[in-house]
């Protein structure tokens, strides 16, 4: 199974963007989802994820702005405004779910770049 992000690209700060990630199979269950991101020099941090119960827990730089969701299938959505420089990071989605011939696995996408310009 694998997962297959898009909606990167090059925005001016002020701007949005929507990224998706979709996985290759349909999982019976989702168990957990979230994105993640990676500056330059910088550690991958969470930017909003699910929790146990339903919650969602947004990093504190971008709650307000960001919005993740996802639909009944497979799909994973983060939804960015107000964009601001310090947001450029590739984006990497995360899901934890299950198929019942692999059972619950957690997999990762390959990483989408967004870049804010000032």
């Known amino acids: 199974v694998q997962l297959q992000a898009s909606g990167g690209g090059l925005v001016e700060a002020g701007g949005s963007l929507r990224l998706s990630c979709a996985a290759s199979?349909?999982?019976?269950?989702?168990?957990?989802f979230g994105w993640y991101r990676q500056a330059p020099g910088k550690v991958r941090e969470l930017v909003a994820g699910s929790r146990p119960g339903g919650a969602i827990n947004y990093a504190d730089s971008v709650e307000g702005r960001f919005t993740i969701s996802k639909d009944a299938v497979n799909t994973v959505y983060l939804q960015m405004n107000s964009l601001r420089p310090d947001d450029t990071a590739v984006y990497y989605c995360?899901?934890?779910?299950?198929?019942?011939?692999?059972?619950?696995?957690?997999?990762w996408g390959q990483g989408t770049l967004v870049t804010v310009s000032s």
């Open positions: 995360n899901l934890n779910a299950y198929w019942f011939d692999l059972g619950s696995i957690d997999i």
């Open positions: 199979r349909t999982p019976f269950r989702i168990n957990r």
